[in-house]
Structure formats: structure tokens, C-alpha cells
């Protein structure tokens, strides 16, 4: 558990507010120690990996501090995260056609020239590219970026999408869901009875066991 204990130190050291330090708490009372002990037990050898001390270090570290960060994201639908993903691709798409344009115009010499005179008269002239080529160059990076970005961007932070992000169950869908990602990832299976632990204490909640784990899991 010396993982769990070093996040939990580094998130007390920190600017927490006073829900955050409940939370805090929460996760590192004695009702939440069964949690912590149950990936070592094995129950299910087939399926939960036995880890050697340092990544179990590792695992617990990261179990603790996404069981405490998870509810201060709002739920998100599916839609809603490949609508912000579209957005970045329009912004790429943007980002391309202006900077064919302003290629159109960088061949002008006047406008090169006046250019020149604009940036030479900036107070932001240090940070604005010397010609109009380099402001193309610009434009190219910014599309790039975009479109690379786009796959990878999570619009509510570091957690899963819900179905029904407006419905009454959905933050406690969502915690659970990312509480148990952590459990796939380090251990190889959803350990129902550390999740609902976890999420109940994360939650300030005690209706949570492992039917309501796995009917959030179900669903994904």
C-alpha cells in the first residue's frame, strides 16, 4: 500500500479544497484498507496478475490518485467527445486553407513588405514570424498539430464517456468506470470489491457493492 500512501501525500501537499481533502480522507480510512488488500490475495489466479513489488507500487500510486481526481470531471457522452474531436478537425482544416492563402500572398511584394513594417511596429514583434513564409510555416504547425491532436484528445479529462451523461447514476457510472480501467490495466481484471470500495469512498457513498460495479460495467 506504499504506493496508495505516497499519493496520498502528494495530493495532501498540494491546493486541495475542502471536498477534495474529505475525499482524501475517505480513500485512506480504514474502510477503504480491505481495498487495498484484495489485489494480493489472487482470488482468481487465472485472471489477476500477481505484481512484483515495484509495479504493485506503481499500480496502488495510480489507483489512489484517479479513485480521488475521477469525480471532479463531469460525465460526458460518446457524442459529445467525437463533437469536440470534429471541432479540432475543423480547426485543422481552417488552419490549412488559410495558410494556402496566405502563401497566395506571401509571392506579393508589397504585402511582404508591409508586413515588415507591421511586425517591425508590433510590441509582439519578437514572437511574429520575420516574413510572410514564416507565418505560412506557422499556419502548416498549427494544422499539423491539430490533426494530430484530434485522435487523442479527451474533452472531460482523463475519463470514460457514459452513455446517459445527463442521467441521475452517471458520476458514479463514470468513477466506476475509471476506478476499474486502472484495475484492467495493473492486474489484468476488474476487482469488483476494490472498485465498489473505492468508488464509495471517492463518491461519499455506501450503496455501491459489486452488483452496482458490475451493472456500470455492463453497459460499456
Given at each position: 500500500m506504499a504506493g496508495a500512501a505516497a499519493a496520498a501525500r502528494a495530493?495532501?501537499?498540494g491546493p486541495i479544497s475542502e471536498p477534495q481533502r474529505q475525499r482524501l480522507e475517505r480513500l485512506t480510512s480504514d474502510a477503504t484498507?480491505?481495498?487495498w488488500m484484495e489485489p494480493q490475495r489472487h482470488r482468481d489466479k487465472q485472471r489477476t496478475k500477481a505484481l512484483p513489488a515495484a509495479d504493485l507500487w506503481l499500480a496502488y500510486h495510480e489507483l489512489l490518485w484517479e479513485a480521488y481526481r475521477a469525480p471532479d470531471?463531469?460525465?460526458?457522452?460518446?457524442?459529445?467527445v467525437e463533437q469536440?474531436?470534429?471541432a479540432l478537425l475543423d480547426t485543422a482544416l481552417a488552419a490549412a486553407v488559410l495558410e494556402n492563402l496566405v502563401l497566395a500572398a506571401s509571392h506579393d511584394g508589397q504585402l511582404a513588405g508591409m508586413w515588415g513594417t507591421y511586425r517591425n511596429r508590433s510590441t509582439a514583434r519578437l514572437?511574429?514570424?520575420?516574413d510572410l513564409h514564416g507565418v505560412v510555416a506557422t499556419l502548416g504547425k498549427l494544422a499539423d498539430f491539430f490533426q494530430r491532436a484530434a485522435p487523442h484528445y479527451k474533452p472531460a479529462g482523463p475519463v470514460p464517456p457514459t452513455g446517459?451523461?445527463?442521467a441521475a447514476d452517471a458520476l458514479?457510472?463514470?468513477?466506476?468506470?475509471?476506478?476499474?480501467a486502472v484495475c484492467k490495466a495493473h492486474f489484468g481484471s476488474p476487482l469488483l470489491s476494490t472498485i465498489a470500495r473505492l468508488a464509495n469512498a471517492s463518491l461519499d457513498r455506501t450503496d455501491i457493492d459489486r452488483t452496482a460495479?458490475?451493472?456500470?460495467?455492463?453497459?460499456l
Amino acid at each position: 500500500m506504499a504506493g496508495a500512501a505516497a499519493a496520498a501525500r502528494a495530493i495532501a501537499n498540494g491546493p486541495i479544497s475542502e471536498p477534495q481533502r474529505q475525499r482524501l480522507e475517505r480513500l485512506t480510512s480504514d474502510a477503504t484498507r480491505p481495498a487495498w488488500m484484495e489485489p494480493q490475495r489472487h482470488r482468481d489466479k487465472q485472471r489477476t496478475k500477481a505484481l512484483p513489488a515495484a509495479d504493485l507500487w506503481l499500480a496502488y500510486h495510480e489507483l489512489l490518485w484517479e479513485a480521488y481526481r475521477a469525480p471532479d470531471f463531469q460525465p460526458i457522452g460518446r457524442a459529445a467527445v467525437e463533437q469536440e474531436k470534429q471541432a479540432l478537425l475543423d480547426t485543422a482544416l481552417a488552419a490549412a486553407v488559410l495558410e494556402n492563402l496566405v502563401l497566395a500572398a506571401s509571392h506579393d511584394g508589397q504585402l511582404a513588405g508591409m508586413w515588415g513594417t507591421y511586425r517591425n511596429r508590433s510590441t509582439a514583434r519578437l514572437e511574429l514570424p520575420a516574413d510572410l513564409h514564416g507565418v505560412v510555416a506557422t499556419l502548416g504547425k498549427l494544422a499539423d498539430f491539430f490533426q494530430r491532436a484530434a485522435p487523442h484528445y479527451k474533452p472531460a479529462g482523463p475519463v470514460p464517456p457514459t452513455g446517459k451523461p445527463k442521467a441521475a447514476d452517471a458520476l458514479k457510472t463514470m468513477v466506476i468506470r475509471k476506478i476499474s480501467a486502472v484495475c484492467k490495466a495493473h492486474f489484468g481484471s476488474p476487482l469488483l470489491s476494490t472498485i465498489a470500495r473505492l468508488a464509495n469512498a471517492s463518491l461519499d457513498r455506501t450503496d455501491i457493492d459489486r452488483t452496482a460495479v458490475q451493472g456500470s460495467l455492463r453497459r460499456l
